[in-house]
């Protein structure tokens, strides 16, 4: 089943299986906002759309446990698929889990993440950027997400972690699968092939863990071996999650920034020509595009208790969609030119792209090091770049952004 409805319903106001959505989905955001900014979609769960409304569920004690969700049409179809097993290594990342259990595990993996390792991998990532630059310099004409947008968050988060080599094209596609269980999935075909992802993606983590034990050094995968806090550590399944979280959160969400940014800005001439001209601009120009196009597009949360929003009654077990792209273009917040991308917008570090409240993005920091470097390089070397083909866009809901970029360096 593709479409967005159940058999005999009508199709709804949030239609995110709609032709073009992948493409655009901010029309249906901007009705959303203006017409049912807390709207209930048929299959069961509900949308919030507007800023303010999304910032506070956001730091609510909402939960993200999926067992916290009442019966309804999609938990009948993934518990058929499913049985009462998370998609997603067991539910056992700090992605999946509520305080205090997510309190314990993000504080053993900060433990090996902290903003001080980050920053120190700026010159390995501009080393990495200039040398694929070069090749992107000899060769004219590329597409941007193949030689750049993901081989670049791939490598620096495998390097961080310190796993071995891999088959980053496989590793690709089964995160590319995993990651659909962040959003409303009605195929049941689908769910099954994300499930297989999981299994497989587990072993390939399991071995990595397995390699490194053997082979420890001054990396991140050694330091989450080995992190600890009051004789508290990460037991085997809990590592394996936590390792799979950083793996494919490391590479696929920057992968969306940088193919998107770059897309956003290449749309936009007169944005991109302010960074060739001012590269101390860039710093901004990351949060804006990270506002303009969110990498991630929603951030769920399911109801403990009844919540009211905007004079809406959210029951008791809810799944709820915080839409952060909406957000992110909401007027209300934003002003009239919330829809432009402004390099130079004051402010912009406020949008919600990274979420908010305890689940805030560990890897915020990363992510913006890397738009950092690459926007500054890429202005820099090739001020002439342009578009040079039709987009493809990866198709998902949630982790949205081009699947090819076509750009040429030449005039």
Not at 115 to 129: D, G, T, Y
Not at 171 to 176: A, T, W
Not at 367 to 383: D, I, M, T, Y
Request: proline content about 8%; glycine content about 8%; some cysteine.
């Amino acid at each position: 089943m593709s479409e967005s409805t159940l058999p005999g319903q009508d199709v709804p106001l949030f239609n995110p299986f709609a032709e073009g959505f992948a493409e655009n989905p901010y029309p249906q955001y901007a009705r959303l906002r203006d017409e049912a900014p807390v709207y209930e979609h048929p299959l069961g769960f509900w949308t919030v759309t507007r800023y303010a409304d999304v910032s506070a569920l956001l730091r609510s004690g909402a939960s993200v446990e999926e067992r916290n969700v009442a019966p309804g049409p999609l938990s009948y179809l993934r518990e058929e698929v499913y049985g009462d097993r998370s998609p997603r290594v067991g539910g056992l990342s700090m992605l999946d889990r509520d305080p205090p259990d997510h309190t314990r595990l993000r504080k053993l993996v900060s433990k090996a993440f902290t903003p001080r390792s980050v920053q120190a991998l700026r010159p390995r990532i501009a080393e990495l950027v200039d040398g694929m630059l070069d090749d992107i310099a000899e060769r004219g004409r590329v597409d941007l997400v193949s030689v750049l947008a993901f081989p670049l968050p791939f490598a620096v988060i495998a390097e961080m972690l310190g796993t071995p080599p891999t088959d980053h094209l496989r590793v690709r596609e089964l995160s590319g699968l995993l990651v659909r269980s962040l959003e409303p999935v009605v195929d049941p075909e689908l769910l099954r092939a994300i499930e297989d992802a999981n299994t497989e993606l587990g072993e390939i983590a399991a071995d990595m863990i397995a390699w490194k034990r053997r082979n420890p050094a001054d990396d991140l995968l050694t330091a989450l071996i080995g992190a600890e806090e009051d004789g508290d550590v990460l037991d085997d399944d809990e590592l394996i999650a936590q390792v799979l979280l950083l793996y494919i959160a490391g590479h696929e969400t920057t992968v969306n920034l940088l193919g998107g940014g770059t897309l956003a800005l290449l749309r936009e001439p007169s944005q991109y020509a302010a960074l060739v001209r001012d590269p101390a601009l860039v710093p901004g120009a990351v949060e804006e595009l990270l506002r303009y196009d969110s990498p991630v597009q929603e951030s769920r949360r399911i109801t403990l208790e009844p919540m009211t929003i905007d004079g809406v009654e959210i029951p008791k077990g809810a799944f709820v969609m915080a839409v952060l792209a909406s957000a992110n273009r909401d007027e209300r917040y934003w002003g009239a030119d919330a829809d432009r991308l402004r390099v130079d917008r004051e402010g912009a570090r406020h949008h919600v792209s990274f979420g908010a409240g305890v689940h805030h993005c560990l890897g915020a920091s990363l992510a913006r090091l890397e738009g950092e470097v690459v926007f500054e390089r890429l202005a820099s070397r090739f001020p002439g770049l342009r578009l040079d083909g039709d987009v493809e866009w990866n198709g998902r809901i949630n982790l949205r952004g081009p699947a090819v970029l076509p750009v040429s360096t030449e005039p």
